[in-house]
């Protein structure tokens, strides 16, 4: 069936994407959603028995819920699944940066506190080992072979990609926004995640030719060319790190400048008694 607004390419016999063609504007239910999801907020129920939270931080972490179910029930979901490279990039940064920042925000102190005791907390949200393994998994899974593969085998492969970005997302927040890291080397810790992620999307905007097979291959919509997803997929990623991580660079310098300032305020006050 031919739907308005989007065509295809003759496909040679043995390539497949990953389902079948769906309209591009339809709503639907991925794992992500109604798993993920559920399990999240039964276990952010308990947490808060044991560790209440003020209203604030209930509505960040239902906030980084919603972000999720937006990316993988919307629309959006479909885009990603079936034809364009920038709606599924805008679902990587959704799961590896803006949800994992927000779940992490709604956490109680408490909570955190009591999670610190374990070792494995302690040593996967350590900063030197945190961020590695963000980075690593967004470049891994961001190799042409990795993407396609990912992308071909929706019910196994992608579920575990997401799972990555998710995870290791909440591990390179962690010892910024539960307090582990000081002011100052909270900026530091940003602002070199941003350094090194950036290149990434401004890669993808640069390159002069498409480098995943299956959006090549994939119904075009808007009269986009593969090209032209690449170019402004790569250009919307490096756009929106540099808008949230710059971002939360500033605020924690802003923060470090006014501790510094109130500290040599504190020992003028002493030195002048």
């Known amino acids: ?124 949200t350590h900063p030197l080992v945190a961020l590695p393994l963000w980075l690593a998994t967004y470049y891994a899974w961001h190799i042409p072979a990795a993407y396609d593969t990912a992308l071909r085998h929706p019910s196994t492969l992608l579920h575990l990609e997401h799972l990555c970005y998710f995870v290791t997302g909440l591990l390179v927040w962690w010892p910024v926004l539960t307090g582990r890291l000081e002011a100052g080397a909270s900026a530091a810790y940003l602002f070199v995640a941003f350094a090194l992620a950036s290149p990434l999307g401004l890669l993808l905007a640069l390159i002069p030719n498409a480098v995943y097979d299956f959006y090549e291959q994939a119904p075009r919509v808007w009269g986009w060319s593969p090209l032209t997803d690449q170019q402004v997929a790569g250009l919307t990623m490096a756009a929106e790190e540099a808008i949230v991580f710059f971002g939360a660079f500033t605020v924690y310098f802003v923060r470090f400048m006014r501790r510094d300032e109130t500290a040599l305020d504190l020992k003028h006050a002493r030195w002048t008694r």
């Open 1 to 124: 069936m031919e739907i308005p607004g989007f065509t295809t390419k003759l496909r040679p016999r043995w390539y497949r994407t990953s389902v079948s063609a769906v309209h591009p504007y339809s709503w639907s239910l991925h794992a992500e959603a109604v798993v993920l999801v559920p399990l999240l907020a039964l276990a952010y129920a308990f947490v808060l028995r044991r560790h209440p939270a003020p209203g604030w931080r209930i509505a960040c972490f239902l906030a980084g819920l919603g972000l999720i179910l937006a990316v993988f029930v919307t629309p959006l979901e479909n885009l990603a699944l079936h034809y364009l490279l920038t709606a599924h990039l805008l679902q990587n940064v959704a799961l590896a940066e803006w949800s994992p920042a927000l779940v992490v925000l709604g956490l109680p102190p408490a909570a955190a506190a009591a999670a610190r005791r374990y070792p494995a907390v302690r040593v996967l």
